[in-house]
């Protein structure tokens, strides 16, 4: 998709700092991270938001999950202290009133230290 900061990202145009990469799946690190540990997990194909997940691409959102909780208990994902076996905050902000600012849907992996509740 054009103009859309993680196609960019998908395609090469844009650096990111790469934490892992397949067919359809891509995490990177954050560029402003919120915690120690924070990095992204975007699928390839340019979906906008989860609530404009189609039934199609269930499967592949169960895979990008399934990344994501697998990437947050390696080692060293987000650098090297990782997430570890003591949790992580898996984010998913949707549209204006949940927060989100790049219109590509993306798992936020946030861990490396006690995370609030609620966020606020
Ligand atoms: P959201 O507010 O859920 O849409 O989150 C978008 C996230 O993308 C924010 O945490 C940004 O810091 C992050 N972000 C924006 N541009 C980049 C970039 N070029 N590389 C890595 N992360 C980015
Ligand atoms: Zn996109």
Redesign the pocket.
């Known amino acids: 998709m054009e103009n859309c ?2 196609c960019k ?1 998908v395609k090469g145009e ?4 790469k934490i892992y990469e397949d067919d359809e799946l891509l995490a ?7 915690a120690p540990v ?1 990095f ?1 997990v975007i699928p390839k194909k340019h979906i906008r938001s989860l609530m404009e997940l189609e039934t199609e691409d269930i499967a592949l959102a169960g895979r990008l999950l399934h990344k994501a909780q697998e990437l947050a208990k390696e080692p060293g994902p987000g650098g090297p202290e990782g997430c570890g076996e003591n949790g992580a905050r898996f ?3 949707a549209k204006r009133d ?6 590509h849907l ?1 798992v ?1 992996v946030l861990g490396g230290r006690s995370l609030g509740w609620p966020p606020g």
């Open positions: 900061i993680f990202i844009i650096p990111s700092r990177f690190h954050d560029i402003t991270p919120m924070h992204l984010v998913i902000n949940g927060g989100q600012t790049v219109d993306h936020h």
